[in-house]
């Protein structure tokens, strides 16, 4: 949370002083998205190697879309250039997973594993910051195309709960991120825009690199 309140700080700052020095335009956003939110490797990166009794076996991976929400807030410096800062949840995801747990010593390959399947099921969500350099392509009067450049702070929370098995993660990860935007200004202070987003982070091998595509509405002051 330290980052998130510095880079705020700054980008507050920076558009202090660039106000003071030349002509901007303001605008705020929310809206809506659909994230990817896919496991890399639950046996090595989740904790559930560590369950008794192992041998354990996940037949499938946590593999989701949950619908989340952003809010931003953007500075353009000429209809060229621009900054923008977000806030971004990914929403919660549930799965459940079939898990089969060894409760015999022998590890003779050519002898019948005895054992119990079971379901885990799992809750995952993320969270953070993502700051973007916003370099933007007018395509007409109302209609504009923008590359989003930045890096991102974000923090996941992974749990899991079953008969006799329950644990939880919570792991933070900051990398690069970029995007795409597309934006269609409706009236003279509103727009809506479509979003594509990719971000360069996998809270230390737990996901694969989320991908996001959305939609908002902007006031522009």
Same mark, same amino acid.
């Given at each position: ?28 956003? &929310?809206?809506?998205? %659909?994230?990817?939110? #896919?496991?890399?490797? !639950?046996?090595?990166?989740? /904790?559930?190697? $560590? ?81 973007? &350099?916003?370099?933007? %392509?007018?395509?007409? #009067?109302?209609?504009? !195309?923008?590359?989003?450049? /930045?890096?991102? $702070? ?68």
């Amino acid at each position: 949370m330290s980052k998130a309140c510095i880079w705020i700080a700054g980008f507050l700052v920076l558009i202090t002083v660039r106000s003071a020095t030349a002509e901007i335009s303001w605008y705020l956003g &929310a809206g809506g998205a %659909i994230t990817s939110l #896919e496991s890399a490797d !639950f046996s090595d990166t989740s /904790g559930l190697d $560590s369950v008794p009794n192992a041998v354990v076996t996940i037949s499938q991976e946590f593999d989701g879309g949950p619908f989340g929400w952003r809010i931003f807030a953007g500075v353009n410096f000429s209809e060229n250039f621009g900054l923008t800062l977000k806030y971004s949840n990914s929403g919660n995801y549930e799965d459940d997973w079939l898990v089969f747990t060894r409760t015999d010593d022998d590890m003779d390959p050519m002898t019948p594993p005895v054992g119990t399947n079971y379901f885990l099921i799992g809750e995952s969500s993320f969270d953070g910051y993502t700051v973007y &350099a916003a370099p933007t %392509i007018p395509l007409g #009067e109302r209609l504009a !195309f923008t590359v989003q450049l /930045g890096w991102t $702070s974000q923090e996941i929370d992974f749990s899991w709960n079953s008969v006799g098995n329950s644990g939880s993660i919570s792991r933070s990860d900051s990398g690069f991120a970029c995007g795409a935007l597309l934006r269609y200004k409706f009236l003279s202070h509103w727009a809506v825009s479509t979003e594509f987003e990719w971000l360069l982070i996998d809270f230390d091998n737990l996901i694969n690199l989320p991908i996001s595509f959305g939609i908002n509405l902007e006031y522009h002051f």
